[in-house]
């Protein structure tokens, strides 16, 4: 999956480290709050899966699992093998748009703590569960020195799938109520899909990267939607990806692909969240789809762990800023001229 020569553009491929108890909390299941964990079983099985492949990747740890005695020893594993850490949050909340500027600084700092325990690496980037952010946590990050935030998701169909989640889990409607901006909303699908810079308050910038989607159409193209479309045809999967993938090479869009561990692993490895939608497909046949995905990318980019795609964007001489209360995109100039929010 490298590329010697080094000629290809660059993609960063992460994966979101969401545990089982994370699973079942998000599902509405009793039991979540023992923090059952399979990080003993994923990590081991992706650790060679990544390696069979050549390939180092960004893991968002959640600070709750970094914190527990029974998840280190799988999670040093990440580094010891060369793969990136960053921050997915101490309680893997996805509200944290509603957080006071203090209990983000606790999301962020102790995760950061715990992370650091457990791997060895202090985390330089951020993603926000459920993609939920807000300009307060943008300037955390900056103040704690992260190199980039990866927390956005630039689609129409944020609502949508809001609407598929509330049909498949448990909740009442106080509990729906709390979750009404999960996934953002309609106007998320004006951001950009290519990197730029937030410009804080503070004056200072921060890079972010967003999760990316198909440029223009903006629908999602991560693999869980890939998996998702194989069910119908894996015909479509393909064309669907192909599609994507020319549309970045068009608007030369380096692509931030995102992995779950359910994309990775089946119901027949994880009997406890079989029940889960796309569980019932086994784990070997995941892996092929996921082979032949990184394949189909790495013909055209050389793929890479976020940090370093981080680094490759900031030497950049010109990238966009925006204003992280705006909306819509206003700006197409190196640096932005506009009144903050
Ligand atoms: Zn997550």
Same mark, same amino acid.
């Given at each position: 999956?490298?590329?010697?020569?080094?000629?290809?553009?660059?993609?960063?491929?992460?994966?979101?480290?969401?545990?089982?108890?994370?699973?079942?909390?998000?599902?509405?299941?009793?039991?979540?709050?023992?923090?059952?964990?399979?990080?003993?079983?994923?990590?081991?099985?992706?650790?060679?899966?990544?390696?069979?492949?050549?390939?180092?990747?960004?893991? $968002?740890?959640?600070?709750?699992?970094?914190?527990?005695?029974?998840?280190?020893?799988?999670?040093?594993?990440?580094?010891?093998?060369?793969?990136?850490?960053?921050?997915?949050?101490?309680?893997?909340?996805?509200?944290?748009?509603?957080?006071?500027?203090?209990?983000?600084?606790?999301?962020?700092?102790?995760?950061?703590?715990?992370?650091?325990?457990?791997?060895?690496?202090?985390?330089?980037?951020?993603?926000?569960?459920?993609?939920?952010?807000?300009?307060?946590?943008?300037?955390?990050?900056?103040?704690?020195?992260?190199?980039?935030?990866?927390?956005?998701?630039?689609? $129409?169909?944020?609502?949508?799938?809001?609407?598929?989640?509330?049909?498949?889990?448990?909740?009442?409607?106080?509990?729906?109520?709390?979750?009404?901006?999960?996934?953002?909303?309609?106007?998320?699908?004006?951001?950009?899909?290519?990197?730029?810079?937030?410009?804080?308050?503070?004056?200072?910038?921060?890079?972010?990267?967003?999760?990316?989607?198909?440029?223009?159409?903006?629908?999602?193209?991560?693999?869980? #939607?890939?998996?998702?479309?194989?069910?119908?045809?894996?015909?479509?999967?393909?064309?669907?990806?192909?599609?994507?993938?020319?549309?970045?090479?068009?608007?030369?869009?380096?692509?931030?692909?995102?992995?779950?561990?359910?994309?990775?692993?089946?119901?027949?490895?994880?009997?406890?969240?079989?029940?889960?939608?796309?569980?019932?497909?086994?784990?070997?046949?995941?892996?092929?789809? $996921?082979?032949?995905?990184?394949?189909?990318?790495?013909?055209? #980019?050389?793929?890479?762990?976020?940090?370093?795609?981080?680094?490759?964007?900031?030497?950049?001489?010109?990238?966009?800023?925006?204003?992280?209360?705006?909306?819509?995109?206003?700006?197409?100039?190196?640096?932005?001229?506009?009144?903050?929010?």
């Amino acid at each position: 999956m490298t590329d010697p020569q080094n000629t290809k553009p660059l993609a960063s491929i992460s994966l979101d480290l969401d545990n089982q108890w994370s699973y079942m909390k998000t599902h509405g299941d009793p039991g979540w709050e023992d923090f059952p964990s399979y990080l003993d079983i994923f990590i081991p099985h992706v650790l060679e899966v990544l390696g069979r492949l050549n390939l180092k990747i960004t893991f $968002f740890i959640v600070g709750q699992d970094a914190a527990l005695d029974k998840n280190r020893d799988s999670l040093k594993l990440l580094t010891e093998n060369g793969h990136e850490v960053g921050n997915h949050s101490l309680n893997h909340e996805p509200w944290l748009h509603l957080y006071s500027a203090d209990e983000i600084k606790r999301e962020i700092t102790k995760a950061e703590e715990h992370i650091f325990r457990a791997t060895c690496e202090k985390p330089v980037g951020f993603r926000g569960p459920g993609f939920s952010w807000s300009p307060a946590l943008l300037e955390m990050l900056s103040q704690n020195g992260y190199l980039y935030d990866a927390s956005t998701l630039p689609t $129409f169909l944020g609502p949508i799938a809001r609407i598929y989640y509330f049909w498949t889990s448990n909740f009442t409607e106080e509990e729906k109520n709390k979750r009404k901006e999960l996934f953002g909303s309609f106007t998320d699908g004006m951001r950009s899909v290519k990197p730029y810079q937030w410009q804080l308050n503070s004056q200072t910038t921060l890079l972010e990267i967003p999760v990316t989607t198909i440029p223009i159409i903006k629908t999602p193209f991560h693999l869980s #939607y890939l998996l998702y479309l194989s069910r119908f045809s894996a015909t479509l999967m393909s064309l669907y990806l192909k599609t994507a993938i020319t549309m970045c090479r068009i608007t030369r869009t380096g692509p931030s692909f995102l992995l779950h561990p359910l994309d990775l692993i089946g119901g027949d490895q994880v009997p406890d969240l079989a029940f889960f939608p796309g569980m019932d497909v086994d784990g070997q046949r995941k892996l092929e789809l $996921f082979e032949k995905v990184l394949r189909e990318l790495s013909k055209c #980019y050389t793929l890479v762990k976020m940090k370093d795609h981080a680094e490759s964007i900031l030497k950049r001489k010109k990238i966009r800023t925006r204003i992280p209360g705006h909306k819509t995109i206003k700006s197409h100039q190196n640096h932005a001229t506009h009144t903050s929010p």
